[in-house]
C-alpha cells in the first residue's frame, strides 16, 4: 500500500510555471514508477510524465520541453515543475504510483486526490 498526496495546484497565467508535489507513504525507490496524470472536464485521464526507480523518465508529446518530472528520495517525493504554462493545460492533475498489467493493459495502483491547476490566457 501507499498512499499518495499532492499539492501545488493553483491559478496561474499563460506563460507562468508551477511547480507540483506529490508525497507517498513510503520509498518512492521502492515504487516501480511513479506518474503525474491528468483530466480536463469532459475528457480522459492521460499520462502527462512518468519516472521510474532508476530515474529513467517520459513525457506526453504536449509537454515535452515545457514540463520537467523529478524526485527527491530523502522526501519521498515527486515533483512536477511545469513552465511556459498553457491554457490547454488546464486540468485536474493526479499522482500516481506502481505501474502494473492487468488484462493486458498497463495501469497505476495507487492514485492521490489531485489537485487543480488553471491557466488563464
Known amino acids: 500500500q501507499v498512499q499518495l498526496v499532492e499539492s501545488g495546484g493553483g491559478l496561474v497565467q499563460a506563460g507562468g510555471s508551477l511547480r507540483l508535489s506529490c508525497v507517498a507513504s513510503?520509498?518512492?525507490?521502492?515504487?516501480?514508477?511513479m506518474a503525474w496524470h491528468r483530466q480536463a472536464p469532459g475528457k480522459q485521464r492521460d499520462l502527462v510524465a512518468a519516472i521510474t526507480n532508476t530515474g529513467s523518465a517520459n513525457y506526453a508529446d504536449s509537454v515535452k520541453g515545457r514540463f520537467t518530472i523529478s524526485r527527491d528520495g530523502a522526501k519521498n517525493t515527486v515533483y512536477l515543475q511545469m513552465d511556459s504554462l498553457k491554457p490547454e493545460d488546464t486540468a485536474v492533475y493526479y499522482c500516481?504510483?506502481?505501474?502494473?498489467?492487468?488484462?493486458?493493459?498497463?495501469?497505476?495502483?495507487?492514485w492521490g486526490q489531485g489537485t487543480q491547476v488553471t491557466v488563464s490566457s
Open positions: 513510503r520509498s518512492i525507490f521502492s515504487i516501480n514508477t
Open positions: 500516481a504510483a506502481d505501474v502494473r498489467l492487468r488484462g493486458g493493459v498497463w495501469t497505476y495502483a495507487y
